[in-house]
């Protein structure tokens, strides 16, 4: 649903200044789907394909413990 920002900021009135900003920028961000491009950054700078999330937290779970 395409929510107007005055809304948003209306309906986010419990949370502080700082955080309604943020997540109304994240809105901003979906809405022209500026984040919808998946780039080579990531193999690039690692040197090695990307992982999941699950993948990096299982290989890493003893430094969660």
Same mark, same amino acid.
């Given at each position: 649903?395409?929510?107007?920002?005055? @809304? %948003?900021? +209306? $309906? *986010? %009135? #419990?949370?502080? &200044? #700082?955080?309604?900003? @943020? *997540?109304? &920028? *994240?809105?901003?961000?979906?809405?022209? $789907? #500026? +984040?919808?491009?998946?780039?080579? @950054?990531?193999?690039?700078?690692? &040197? +090695?394909? =990307?992982? $999941? !999330? =699950?993948? !990096? =937290? %299982? /290989? /890493?779970?003893? +430094? !969660?413990?």
């Amino acid at each position: 649903a395409d929510i107007d920002e005055a @809304a %948003q900021r +209306a $309906s *986010l %009135q #419990w949370a502080p &200044g #700082w955080m309604i900003d @943020a *997540l109304v &920028g *994240l809105e901003v961000v979906k809405k022209n $789907s #500026w +984040a919808a491009h998946v780039t080579d @950054a990531v193999p690039t700078l690692k &040197g +090695a394909p =990307a992982e $999941s !999330f =699950a993948a !990096f =937290a %299982q /290989r /890493r779970a003893d +430094a !969660f413990r």
